[in-house]
């Protein structure tokens, strides 16, 4: 008989065989390593889910807790649709073809913050071939020549984060009307995928109302040390004062003035 033959002829007691043999060793190993990954992995995504919870619960308040918005870079459109911009395949976007050397993005803050810092991360040949600007875009984005630069940073050369603070002098006052927007300036006109950027991050922080020219409340006078936080309370509505036109700065608050005071003040809704 041909040895094919008596190959096939084998194979189903051979495989009956090695049905029937014990498991060996390292198959119980492997089932006992894949059910303790199993485990941590159930373990991680239920911590993770616990730490994002607890994240998203806690919200930024208050004028010293410092907050940061990050506008990814494809956010950021260019100046027309025949500007070619293109991905690295890392996340970084440069522009593909000469055009128009600007990409712009919309970004969110709270009307009142302060500008701490501006930031972008960046791969550059040379020192300032990116360059970034925060712009208020006036009442309904009629801003002239773009708007007012509230702050701006150059690049250093490299891949790296460039950063600039602003050291509290860019002021976003305007009310809700007035849009803001980033600008990312190609400066050093590199179309080659050697001047790219990921991300531009806007730190800020909350602020009260600056101190009106004129007291509201007759026991309140613009001398008084506490006038712009009791007007910034007063012009929120979060307090009319107590009778008579006045504040009563001295009176001692009640527990169930407090309640109303924070709640109001801080927006507290809470699922219940």
Known sequence: ?????????????????????PRPAHAEMNASVRRQLMEARERALAERKSSETAASVRPKFGTTDPETINVHAYAFKANTSSDLILDDGNGYRYFGA????????????PTGSVVDYLGISTCVANANDLVVGLFD??????????????????????????????????FYAATADHPLYLVVFFAGN?????????????????SASPAPATATFGDVPTTDPAFQYIEALAASGITGGCAGGNYCPDNFVTRRQMAVFLAKA???????
């Open 137 to 170: 875009n006036g009442v309904g984005g009629s801003g002239s020549g773009g708007g007012t630069l509230l702050t701006s940073v150059g690049t250093f050369s490299g891949c790296g984060v460039t950063s600039v603070s602003s050291d509290g002098e860019a």
């Open 1 to 21: 008989m041909p040895a094919r033959t008596i190959a096939r002829a084998a194979s189903g007691p051979v495989l009956l065989l090695l049905a029937l043999a």
């Open 98 to 109: 000469p055009g128009v050397p600007y990409m712009a993005a919309p970004v969110q803050i």
């Open 266 to 272: 801080l927006g507290l809704r809470w699922p219940f």
């Open 190 to 206: 590199a179309f080659d995928g050697t001047t790219k950027f990921n991300n531009v991050a806007v730190g800020f922080r909350r």
